[in-house]
């Protein structure tokens, strides 16, 4: 049974809880590694003094030294570390591989055994270490006699959770295999194995393909931990891409060099004039008085800042991923070195993988950052869901308006806005030709459409994608003739590329806009229909809206904004707008509605008969209840619950994705708002 708990997530990433027989600790963490015997900041300090909440230690190391090991065994390794918290240890597998130690050194069940009989709470199998300039033949012969070992391991792990190691060095499809392999055993963690060298030599493009491709096969209700990933400025990408654990000797490793190590790289002390940040080392010492001290005392100074910066980096991710926010701190820390930043362009060729993972945001703000941004997950769902559901596909005239960039778009043109209210969708279609791709009128309150900030120079990469995706849509609908305004906006120039059926007039005022609309056929002001119409199409892909009878309901708008804020029926609230989504959250009787009219099946969760009760009065929905969630839904959705009958139990924002609910035995799947029997 897992262990881990997702509490919220970001792109692949998971803020989640970890339980171990010493306590729970929060991810993604970093684990320093402690000698068994020799550490200079004891196991205690590091989580007193600097807020870390696991360390890592060698069980090769204590098993081959006699005092170690007497003492691991006739106390535990937490008498032996003098730590009481949760201790992990590695099996040797590094040091097999970096003193070139022949094969009998260690036996590779015996040293599972061992981790077991001293009383360690995370142990890990010994697999084999694939350097990287070996050819793909010995690597796939290492990774299959990784997981010949990982199969006998498993069997000895009695209650001690066990680490499977992912290897394949850089061949991918040797990854997957590892990976798929593993998934099938009885494992709690899975490190990623082997990357060392490759961040030793700034191959960070190689490391992202590896973990991309194990993390498709790993199952989601495991940690995976990056071995030996160590300095922080590959923290929030290696999150982004869902490493839960990480550890590494560098602190000490760097601090012995002379070498600091920062978010945004590393500095030597000796090219300092003064020290470079605000942790209590630096703030209180001089690059005079640490050059002036003994060699013990300047390393235990720079050992100690490099684990402040370590510590508050990880904490930084953590606060990212709660805030929706990690891809603009991953895209700041690309910034740093050339190969970082390949590293975060190859993350983000994966666009897929990352968007079925990412979660629907909460409102969160998406500031551009350079190409990547135009690849974020919230863009490019909005653009999907646009394309397969935006429900006015045949119209007159297309009316295309660039945007400037302020916001709400309909407020830089009131006069085609008020044109456009006095029109039916088959007389008049509105886009705002942004950065982010095409937004028609109706939506332009949804999420990110409102929430996306763009400067006015962009890159030719987020340009091109605007091109592409306005493209898509003007190909998707019919008109008889286009209007362009053409206005001093950056993604004015998308004209330019578009090639249309119908043509496309050139405009440079909004009177000329108006005077090629066709004539108002009615003065029936039915834009709130118009728009709830393509709200309820687009986020839950309901086809026939017209079966809701939209205008038996009567709607209330903010005073402030002029936003639709509740829709009811005979005084029933069924609908509330969430001023910051722009979305739909219906009531229980919201939710009979959209249910009946044929709600898309993505948004359906199923409840387990003994937990529909629990459900119906309002209590969360928990992971390990539910009996079938379709693979397709995000986390973040709104959803329907209902019971093996169908019979809705309440509504609400779905905390997991469909294939995590299915997985996960802990935690809530969806976080109820209103219920049957409240
Ligand atoms: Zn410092």
Redesign the pocket.
């Known amino acids: 049974m897992s262990r881990f708990e997702i509490k919220a997530k970001d792109g692949l990433s998971r803020l989640g809880v970890f339980t171990t027989t010493h306590g729970k600790v929060t991810t993604p963490l970093f684990m320093p590694v402690v000698h068994p015997a020799k550490s200079v900041i004891s196991p205690s300090s590091l989580v007193e003094e600097f807020g870390f909440q696991m360390v890592i230690t060698n069980s090769y190391i204590i098993n081959s030294k006699e005092k170690f090991k007497a003492k691991a065994l006739d106390e535990g390794v937490h008498s032996l570390l003098g730590f009481d918290g949760p201790i992990m240890t590695d099996s040797g597998t590094f040091q097999m591989y970096v003193h070139e130690l022949p094969e009998e050194e260690i036996d590779p069940l015996e040293i599972v055994r061992f981790q077991r009989e001293i009383g360690s709470d995370i142990g890990t199998i010994l697999d084999v270490f694939s350097d990287p300039k070996v050819g793909r033949l010995k690597v796939e012969q290492d990774m299959y006699l990784s997981l010949e070992r990982a199969r006998m391991s498993v069997g000895e792990k009695g209650e001690m959770l066990l680490a499977g190691t992912v290897q394949g060095g850089v061949y991918t499809d040797l990854r997957e295999k590892s990976a798929s392999a593993l998934a099938a055993m009885d494992f709690d963690v899975h490190p990623i194995g082997g990357v060392v060298p490759l961040m030793e030599r700034y191959r960070y493009a190689d490391v992202v393909r590896a973990v991309l491709a194990s993390k498709k096969y790993l199952p989601v209700d495991r940690p995976v931990h990056l071995f030996g990933c160590g300095h922080p400025v590959f923290f929030s990408i290696a999150a982004l891409l869902g490493c839960d654990f990480f550890d590494s000797a560098s602190y000490a490793k760097f601090a012995e060099a002379g070498r600091m190590l920062l978010p945004s790289g590393t500095v030597h002390l000796e090219q300092l004039r003064e020290?470079p940040?605000e942790?209590p080392?630096?703030s209180t010492t001089t690059v005079e008085d640490l050059s002036g001290l003994s060699k013990d005392e300047q390393d235990l100074a720079l050992m100690k800042?490099n684990l402040?910066?370590t510590a508050a980096e990880m904490r930084r991710v953590r606060n990212a991923i709660s805030k929706g926010k990690l891809l603009e701190l991953a895209s700041a820390r690309a910034r740093s070195h050339p190969s970082l930043y390949e590293a975060l362009q190859v993350l983000m060729d994966s666009y897929d993988q990352i968007e079925r993972m990412d979660p629907v945001a909460d409102g969160t703000s998406i500031f551009y950052t350079g190409p990547e941004t135009a690849r974020h997950p919230a863009l490019i769902r909005f653009h999907k869901k646009l394309m397969d559901r935006y429900p006015y596909r045949k119209t007159e005239t297309l009316v295309m308006i660039p945007s400037r960039g302020s916001r709400p778009f309909s407020d830089t043109d009131p006069t085609i806005i008020d044109e456009a209210r006095k029109r039916r969708p088959e007389e008049l279609i509105l886009l705002f030709v942004t950065p982010m791709g095409a937004i028609p009128w109706e939506l332009e309150h949804v999420h990110p459409a409102q929430q996306c900030l763009f400067p006015d120079r962009i890159d030719d990469f987020t340009i091109q994608s605007a091109q592409k995706r306005l493209q898509q849509f003007i190909d998707s609908v019919s008109f008889k003739s286009g209007v362009w305004l053409s206005r001093d906006a950056p993604t004015d120039k998308l004209l330019e590329g578009i090639n249309a059926l119908a043509s496309i007039d050139r405009v440079v005022s909004a009177s000329d806009v108006k005077e090629r609309l066709p004539e108002p056929r009615s003065e029936i002001k039915d834009w709130t229909v118009r728009k709830m119409t393509a709200l309820l199409s687009v986020q839950w892909g309901i086809t026939e809206v017209s079966r809701m009878n939209l205008d038996s309901m009567s709607f209330t708008f903010s005073r402030a904004t002029g936003k639709i804020r509740h829709v009811s029926r005979n005084g029933e609230i069924l609908f509330t707008v969430v001023p910051s989504t722009g979305l739909l959250a219906p009531t229980y009787k919201g939710g009979l509605e959209i249910l009946k009219a044929g709600v898309h099946e993505d948004y359906i969760v199923r409840m387990a008969e003994d937990a529909a009760e629990f459900v119906a009065k309002g209590k969360s929905a928990l992971a390990k209840f539910v009996a079938h969630a379709n693979s397709e839904l995000r986390a973040g959705e709104e959803v329907l619950v209902v019971d093996t009958e169908d019979e809705l139990l309440g509504v609400g924002r779905a905390v997991l994705s469909g294939s995590e609910m299915m997985v996960f035995n802990k935690g809530v799947a969806v976080a109820i708002r209103h219920s049957k029997r409240p």
């Open positions: 020290l940040c942790c080392v630096c800042h402040y910066i």
